[in-house]
């Protein structure tokens, strides 16, 4: 993974530290400033900061790559590749002109590290969790949601203040290494997509990677929801809800204003937070789906008044 | 044969619980939340004649699996909870029910990193092992109905039974059960003229149960007393079929040992189909003489062609040969029957079976079962045991399932590795699936044997 481009890693407790900015001071730097975070380094005159060396991991998850020898015959039955989660590795430098500006540097980054060792699973109320981003040449900033898999360390020798014709105070090396429960990285400006009853949206997908959305369907009754197919057919899987063989269901009770479907987790309720809605889900003809690498179309018809789309475009690495 | 395209699960977890009024059972389940995509080594064990198993283990901590439900309980709990099993050959398309069955154990445990929930679920005939036999007043041993007239009847020689009399084709005791509720159970109509043997006797059981457990006699009905199986279908599907005429006392027994009972005497087989339905019902039961179909083109062949089989394995043992029998029946009135078969014992010496088969007391019953059991047991017993090939050999529940009969080949060559050579039609027992993490359904194990053999 290209190394000199900007990076920064935010956590909820401790700000953004923002790699590869070595004046000392990241104000205005940040990757994502919609979220009003502290930038770090702030403060610092010209020589300090974190120069990131070294990333492993982040170009794409592992593979699962499944195969049985073929029964008394030369060759394999080679299975369906999965991906795993993806674990990245960062390694750099923490670079300073006086040894209390690199005391301070590597707290800063400590404290976010620890600030993402999570108490709890992904997508546990207990969750903790950061943000990886990066922003490739030409690109729009993406992201990874990050736990800390592995612990902060900085090791280097000793050195007093300004030790060379730089004024640089003896460099240490920073590692840790962050877990991301998706395999995919994705765009940090996400795509809202707004239908219509009985209406259709272009789902925008520019990454090369499948996504998966969250949707809002705006509903007073049964309703069907169309999406792409899993290879990118125009269609091909729908959720239909309502409609269902069971009779408590059919209808079924209306708890709320919109139902938010996570496709990715397989949930279903209502306002967000509320009361399950999976109950009315047609379990023989419905799917949770993505949006393949291209975007697709989705629609809705029934009780549905209004459904919105929040997705983010997604790429491998 | 669907070969080649990808197979694929999903794990649904319901609610189950009692909610009289709501339906005709009282009882409703209510799909909450999916497990499919956090669920690990999912293993489904399914045998003829017998309680479908479903494994799996989730992440504790999960809220998916530890979150409240409206009921107080965490999502994942024991007892009234369920798992129903859907599953789709392609990656597009309508999804199948191949599998329902109450949360039956949870095991937690946890070592220094992680925490971890096994769950096992059976189908509803595992509630069985827990219901008594009953006679058609609803009563067991010991009978505290006061009237002479519901009582069961008494043999003349003093002695105290509890015991539940089936007869078949006597009209005294297979008369219409009396509705003593209204609703669905108020025409108790086990069968007409025509229905006969086990299956009749299962069914009648099963009726029981559900309308008088928990009483004794039995009260009037409740839901606590339903068992999660349905016995008659709206489109005449998985009908009770005559099987043949058999009579048989079940003494303190379990309905579920009565079952085992009957259909190891071979007089009857089950089907169990199950069912999408919301008000505790998982499984639709039927039974006949025989299940299943032919499928001489479904082919598993181990070291020949196809080669569509990893694994194979074969018991040949005379341990169950029996080829001379002489059975009685329980009070042994002046009557027996014998069966032999004289090439069998030619080729292997004689193998006598001489018993007392309690609770059979007709010639024409002993009859059967002894025509039946010479057929079973006059060869050795045959058990075959194959590893069908993932993504090369035939799918179960698309081309072949319990009950069917398919051909399964080994060795076949001028010198077979696999010692003799097998070649024929084999019936299929029980079906071992594993969902793979990776690469899904995957036919653990598929016990056959030929179509005349012990299992």
New interface residues.
């Given amino acids: 993974m290209e190394v000199g481009i900007p990076w920064s890693l935010w956590t909820p407790d401790n700000g953004e530290i923002v790699f590869n900015v070595l004046s000392g001071d990241a104000t205005g730097k940040s990757l994502a400033p919609d979220l009003g975070a502290s930038v770090y380094p702030v403060g610092l005159p010209d020589g300090n900061g974190y120069l990131m060396t070294q990333i492993v991991g982040a170009d794409g998850a592992s593979l699962r790559n499944p195969f049985h020898n073929r029964p008394h015959a030369h060759g394999g039955v080679v299975h369906r590749f999965r991906r795993t989660d993806k674990a990245i590795a960062l390694e750099g430098l923490v670079v300073a002109t006086k040894p209390e500006y690199r005391s301070e540097l590597i707290d800063n980054l400590r404290n976010a590290c620890l600030d993402i060792l999570s108490p709890g699973i992904f997508g546990s109320p207990q969750e903790v969790f950061g943000r990886l981003f990066w922003q490739p040449v030409g690109s729009p900033v993406r992201f990874h949601k990050v736990h800390l898999s592995n612990m902060f360390d900085a090791v280097g020798p000793a050195a007093t203040e300004g030790g060379s014709t730089q004024g640089i105070a003896g460099p240490k090396t920073y590692s840790f290494e962050l877990t991301s429960e998706h395999p995919e990285a994705l765009k940090w400006a996400g795509d809202e997509t707004d239908i219509d009853g009985y209406g259709s949206g272009f789902v925008p997908n520019d990454g090369n990677t499948e996504t998966w959305p969250v949707v809002q369907v705006y509903t007073s009754g049964p309703f069907t929801l169309f999406g792409p197919g899993p290879n990118g057919e125009p269609s091909g899987r729908s959720m239909r809800w309502g409609f269902g063989p069971d009779p408590r269901q059919n209808p079924p009770p209306i708890d709320g204003t919109y139902i938010e479907i996570d496709m990715f987790r397989q949930t279903m309720y209502w306002d967000g937070d509320g009361d399950s809605a999976l109950a009315g889900l047609d379990m023989s003809n419905s799917d949770f789906f993505s949006i393949t690498a291209g975007g697709g179309d989705v629609s809705t018809t029934g009780a549905a008044s209004a459904v919105k789309v929040f997705s983010n475009t997604a790429w491998v690495g | 044969m669907s070969l080649l395209l ?1 197979v694929e699960y ?1 794990l ?1 977890l319901a609610a189950d619980f009692y909610s009289p009024g ?1 339906t005709d059972t009282d009882w ?1 389940t ?5 497990l ?2 956090i669920a690990s080594g999912v293993d489904l064990q399914l045998i003829m004649n017998r309680s479908g198993q479903l494994t799996f283990d989730v ?1 504790a ?4 699996v530890c979150a409240l439900w409206d009921d107080g309980d965490p999502m994942v709990s024991c007892g009234n909870r369920a798992v ?1 099993v ?1 599953r789709r050959v392609g ?2 398309g ?4 191949i599998y329902g069955g109450r949360i039956w154990s949870l095991e937690d445990s946890g070592d220094g990193d992680t925490v971890s929930t096994r769950v096992t679920c059976f189908d509803p005939l595992k509630i069985l092992e827990k219901r008594v036999c009953r006679d058609k007043h609803g009563c067991y041993f010991p009978n505290l109905e006061t009237d002479p007239a519901k009582q069961p009847v008494r043999p003349n020689d003093g002695s105290v039974p509890f015991y539940l009399p089936l007869a078949s084709g006597g009209s005294a005791l297979q008369a219409l059960d009396e509705g003593d509720w209204d609703g669905s159970y108020s025409s108790h109509d086990i069968g007409d003229s025509g229905e006969h043997g086990a299956s009749f006797i299962i069914k009648s059981l099963i009726y029981r149960t559900i309308k008088f457990a928990g009483g004794n006699p039995g009260l009037p009905f409740t839901g606590a007393g339903h068992c999660h199986i349905e016995l008659d279908a709206e489109d005449s599907s998985h009908i009770w079929a005559a099987t043949a005429p058999l009579e048989i006392e079940f003494d303190q027994q379990t309905i579920a040992q009565a079952i085992q009972t009957l259909t190891g005497m071979l007089n009857v087989e089950l089907s169990i189909e199950y069912i ?3 008000d505790g019902v998982f499984i639709r039961l039927g039974g006949g003489p025989r299940l299943g179909s032919d499928k001489p083109d479904v082919i598993l062949a ?2 020949t062609e196809p ?4 694994a194979f394995s074969r018991t040949v043992s005379l341990d169950n040969m029996g080829n001379y029998f002489d059975l009685s029946g329980k009070k042994q009135a002046g009557y027996n029957h014998i069966e032999q078969d004289l090439t069998s014992q030619q080729k292997f010496l004689t193998f006598e079976q001489v018993e007392n088969i309690s609770g059979v007391e007709s010639k024409k019953g002993l009859t059967a079962l002894a025509k039946e059991r010479l057929a079973m047991q006059k060869d050795p017993r045959n058990l075959v045991s194959v590893v069908p ?4 050999s035939p799918l179960p529940f698309d081309d072949y399932y319990l009950g069917d009969t398919i051909t399964v080949e080994a060795g076949e060559g001028d010198y077979p590795v696999t010692r003799e050579v097998i070649e024929g039609l084999q019936r299929v027992y029980g079906i071992h699936i594993v969902v ?5 359904e995957v036919v653990q194990e598929l016990i056959v044997s030929p179509q005349t053999g012990l299992v």
């Fill in positions: 990808p999903r649904v709501d409703v209510t799909n909450i939340g999916m499919d995509g992440p901590e999960d809220p998916r129903k859907w990656d597009i309508p999804w199948s029910l999408d339905k919301f181990y070291a080669n569509t089989t990893s090939m993932p993504d090369l793979d993490d990776d690469y899904g």
